[in-house]
C-alpha cells in the first residue's frame, strides 16, 4: 500500500471517529432543544390560562367602572362597615329612598296579572343573578315546560314601587328572558338548600345611562372576603307578614335590614327547622343581635346581600333561605330567626363561565 492511500485511510477513519463523536453531542443538544421547547409550550399553555383566569377575575368584563355607585343615596349607616356600631333601626326592615339601589331588580309571573315573585342582580346589562329556586318555582305549576315558562317570566329594571301598574311602565322596565342556567348541582327534584344560584339572560340589554338602573359589582379579585361579625345589608320587596298571599303582604317599596355575618357554628344557625342542613363551605349564615325583630321572608329570595368597599356596593351574596325555631313544616318567617345566602365569591368560577356561556 502507497503511503499517499494509508494517509488518505488514516484521514477517512479519523474524519469516521469525529463524526461518531459528534452524534451523542448533536443527540443530547437536540434532546435539549426538544425538552426545552416542550417545557415552554407547557410552561405558555398554563401561564396562559392563569393569567387569563386572573384578568377575568380582576376585571370581568361584563361589568364596568361604574358598577356599584347609585345616584340616590341609600338611608344606611356607612359607619357600620367600618366599626360596629349598633343600628336604630325583610321583617323589621325599613323602606329604602326611591331608586336608591338601581341594581335589585324584581323577577315575577305575568299571566293576566302581574306578580312579584323573587329579587335578583343586574351584574352585567343583559345578566340577572338570583337563587334557582325562584326559577323552579315557575316550572312547577306548568309541568316543567321550558317555553311556557320563559313566556310567563319578566324582569322589572329600575323600578321602585312594586304595585306600580305595568301599564304605566316603558320597554325600559319590562324585560323578557332569553334563557337561564340554574347551578349544576342545585337539586331541583328535592328543591336542595345547597348550590341555590341560577343566572338570567335577558332577551334586550339594559339601558344602563339612566340614574335608576345600574350594577352591582362583584367582589372577584378584590380580597374583599366576609369576615364573621361584619355587617352587611340585605335588600328586597319580601312580605312583612308570615302569610303568603301574592302581593297582599308584599312591601311596595324595598325593604333593607343589617344583619351581622355568624360564625358557621353558631348554634342558632344550625338549629330549628334547617339543623345542620346547609352547605358550610359556600353559603352564609347571618342575623341581627339587636331586639329588633329583622329577617327576610318570601319574595326577598334571589335578592341582594351587599357591603360598602372603596365606596362603591359589592354583591357578597344571594338571599336564598330563612330559618325556624317551631316544629313547623314550613318557614313561618319569624323575624328573630337567621337567614342564608348563598357565597358569591365561592361561585366566581361558575358564575363567570354561565356568563360567557350565555353571551
Given at each position: 500500500m ?7 485511510n ?6 469516521s ?38 384578568i ?5 368584563k361584563?361589568?364596568?367602572?361604574h358598577?356599584?355607585?347609585t ?18 333601626r ?9 331608586n ?6 324584581s323577577?315575577?309571573?305575568?299571566n293576566?296579572?302581574s ?15 338570583t ?7 315557575f ?25 306600580t301598574?305595568?301599564q ?15 347551578h ?7 328543591l ?12 334586550r ?9 345600574n350594577?352591582?359589582?362583584?367582589p372577584?379579585?378584590?380580597?374583599y372576603e366576609?369576615k ?7 335588600i ?10 301574592h ?21 342558632y ?31 326577598d ?5 351587599v357591603?360598602?368597599r ?5 354583591l357578597f351574596?344571594?338571599?336564598?333561605f ?9 318557614r313561618r ?8 345566602f ?14 360567557e356561556?350565555?353571551?
Open positions: 502507497s503511503s499517499e492511500n494509508a494517509n488518505t488514516t484521514s477517512l477513519l479519523k474524519k471517529r469525529k463524526s461518531t463523536n459528534n452524534k451523542p453531542k448533536k443527540l443530547i443538544i437536540t434532546s435539549l432543544i426538544c425538552l426545552s421547547l416542550t417545557t415552554f409550550i407547557i410552561l405558555y399553555i398554563f401561564l396562559s390560562k392563569y393569567l387569563k383566569k386572573t377575568l377575575i380582576d376585571e370581568p361584563f361589568q364596568w367602572s358598577c356599584g355607585q345616584h340616590y343615596k341609600p338611608n344606611v349607616d356607612l359607619s357600620k362597615f367600618d366599626t360596629s356600631i349598633r343600628h336604630k325583610i321583617i323589621g326592615g325599613e323602606d329604602s329612598v326611591k336608591s339601589w338601581p341594581f335589585l331588580v323577577i315575577r309571573l305575568v293576566n296579572q306578580y312579584h315573585v323573587c329579587g335578583g342582580n343586574l351584574i352585567s346589562d343583559s345578566h340577572v343573578l337563587a334557582a329556586h325562584c326559577l323552579w318555582l316550572f312547577r305549576p306548568l309541568d316543567f315546560n321550558l317555553t311556557r315558562v320563559l313566556e310567563t317570566i319578566e324582569v322589572y329594571v329600575g323600578i321602585h314601587e312594586l304595585n301598574d305595568p304605566l311602565l316603558g320597554d325600559e322596565y319590562k324585560y323578557k328572558i332569553e334563557i337561564f342556567n340554574w349544576p348541582d342545585f337539586d331541583s327534584d328535592n336542595s338548600l345547597f348550590n341555590d344560584i341560577a343566572i338570567i339572560k335577558l332577551k340589554k339594559v339601558n344602563l345611562n339612566r340614574p335608576e338602573a350594577l352591582v359589582c362583584l372577584f379579585g378584590k380580597n366576609l364573621v361579625d361584619d355587617w352587611v345589608v340585605a328586597g320587596w319580601g312580605t312583612y307578614s308570615e302569610d303568603f298571599d302581593s297582599e303582604h308584599h312591601k311596595n317599596y324595598p325593604q333593607q335590614a343589617f344583619f351581622k355575618i355568624q360564625d358557621q357554628h353558631n348554634s344557625c344550625n338549629s330549628g327547622l334547617i339543623g345542620e342542613n346547609w352547605d358550610k363551605s359556600r353559603t352564609v349564615c347571618a342575623y341581627d343581635e339587636t331586639q329588633t325583630p329583622k329577617s327576610t321572608c318570601f319574595g329570595s334571589g335578592g341582594p346581600v357591603a360598602y372603596d365606596h362603591k356596593w359589592f351574596g344571594v338571599i336564598s330563612g330559618n325556624d325555631e317551631s316544629n313547623s313544616t314550613m318567617c319569624n323575624g328573630s330567626q337567621p337567614f342564608y348563598m357565597n358569591v365569591t365561592a361561585y366566581s368560577d361558575w358564575i363567570l363561565e354561565t356568563i356561556k350565555l353571551k
